[in-house]
Nanobody, 114 residues
Framework: QVELVESGGGLVQTGGSLRLSCVVSGSIVGVKNMGWYRQAPGTQRELVALITSGGKNYGDSVKGRFTISRDNAKNTIYLQMNNLKPEDTAKYYC?????????WGQGIQVTVSS
């Protein structure tokens, strides 16, 4: 059984930093992409950062501030978030995409105070 578990969220002041982690347990055959999405109340889930075999992609609002990385040996992806802003407040979700299925974590809350 595949499980994605996020950690590292919490409350931070404007301008602060957090690092999110997503550990993948179980075996996913043929992982194509892994990434981070976020959803604030009353909004649609949006792409934050994506890592593929071809490189990394970021949402426009986080470019230059967030960095996605992957440690295959630890089955973990990370999201380093710097210079956080109140508009970054949301629940952040980890996703893994295989040939046949998308897997999601339960999400973790990030709150940035002004």
């Amino acid at each position: 059984q595949v499980e994605l578990v996020e950690s590292g969220g919490g409350l931070v002041q404007t301008g602060g930093s957090l690092r999110l982690s997503c550990v993948v347990s179980g075996s996913i055959v043929g992982v194509k992409n892994m990434g981070w999405y976020r959803q604030a109340p009353g909004t649609q889930r949006e792409l934050v950062a994506l890592i593929t075999s071809g490189g990394k992609n970021y949402g426009d609002s986080v470019k230059g501030r967030f960095t996605i990385s992957r440690d295959n040996a630890k089955n973990t992806i990370y999201l380093q978030m710097n210079n956080l802003k109140p508009e970054d407040t949301a629940k952040y979700y980890c996703e893994a995409v295989s040939e046949t299925k998308n897997y999601w974590g339960q999400g973790i809350q990030v709150t940035v105070s002004s």
